[in-house]
């Protein structure tokens, strides 16, 4: 009867060791992940912010038209436009 009891404790162990053990590799697998998805919201909230900066920096028209001057080479009725090219010294 002793033996029956002795065996079905070790199996019982077993089990829970087994499972033990498949928690902890399921552990470790989630932590990683964890850390990798940590670092992709690190950088989100950076974009995030560059974002919104922009956006308030385009909301106003004042810089909306400063940017289409500067890129490309808008001007007003009436104005003339200068383009200033580097010296081949210089490049």
């Known amino acids: 009867m002793k ?3 002795s065996i079905a ?10 499972q033990l053990y498949t928690l902890y590799i399921y552990n470790r697998e989630l932590k990683e992940v964890f850390a990798v998805l940590s670092k992709k919201l690190e950088s989100f ?6 974002l919104k900066a922009d956006l308030e920096y385009f909301s106003e028209p004042e810089n909306i038209e400063k940017e289409l001057r500067a890129r490309f080479n808008l001007k007003k009725p009436g104005e ?12």
């Open 80 to 91: 003339k436009l200068i383009i200033v090219v580097p010296s081949k010294s210089e490049q």
């Open 3 to 5: 033996r029956v009891i």
């Open 45 to 50: 909230k950076k974009e995030s912010a560059w």
């Open 9 to 18: 404790l070790f199996l019982v162990l077993l089990t829970l060791g087994y």
